[in-house]
């Protein structure tokens, strides 16, 4: 055993050097630099190119304004064991994280004060400032990339967070389906949905139309970028309209601002705009930011 974790050190130690190497290049860190600094205000500059709406968002979630509201129940340890065995060994962590295999090891000691730790941030509406941090992997999508513009970010973030945020998830999910707030016709990042659903359905809308000897238009529209231009203040708004209040909001608050992002060799920048890559909630987070979009196209 004894020998296995010296291993494991010495790989650290050569990881570590070959860090410092690169801290060295000065063309390499410019570049990271670079990188990071278009990955960062990319969903602002973004932003700033769209149009204002004629329409107010407000008008479109006015008739949502839920009665319910969320209760973030406590956690405990079984429901932590659980979450910490279905991680995967091999699952990428940022620098100076606790490895999966860690937690796999020692989840009979560590899942009673994780919950206890994840129950209070619940309580408090907390998030810790180090689960805000991402560090960031380009990956080119092309062979050659010439701009920044040709790199994909792969953001990894810290394992705890993604423990907390399925514990999270979970609940919002349930409240969400419980209270049937998410519209029928949102197929993404939801159980028992799908796109082959959404097809299927859509098949389904033109068989009838033309038994029906109707006329169907189709509207087809990519979102470029779409996690990285969500507006934080919108965002909070039509979770406070969904029932997501007080302590609740508070700790989506939290979660969504002063988040830093970095890559392996690159300062850290600040970012203003969007929901994080690599987050386990963002993408149900998101459901809500555009939930009432099937609202929209009444104006069209």
Known sequence: MGFKYDIEIIAIKNKSQQNKKLFEDSECQKQCENLNNFFSEV???????????????????????SKNSLFLTPTDAYEIQLLIKNLKIKSNSSPNDIPPKFLKITSCIVSEWLSKFFNQCMTTGEFPNSWRIAHITPIPKFHSPSSSFEYRPISVLPVLVKLFEKVLYYRVYSYLTEHNLLDKRQYGSRENHSTELAIT????????????KLITSSLFLDLSKAF???????????????????????????????????TKISSYKRISCGVPQGSVISPLVFLIYINDITKTFLFL
């Open 201 to 212: 359905t859509i098949y389904d809308e033109l068989l009838r139309n033309f038994g029906n």
């Open 43 to 65: 969903g602002k500059s973004l932003s700033t190119k769209i149009k204002p709406s004629p329409t107010a968002y407000r008008h479109f979630i006015k008739h949502i304004n």
């Open 228 to 262: 990285d231009c969500c507006d934080h203040e919108i965002l909070l708004d039509k979770l406070y309209h969904y029932g997501i209040r007080g302590v609740s909001h508070k700790l989506f608050s939290n979660f969504l601002h002063n988040r830093m992002q970095c």
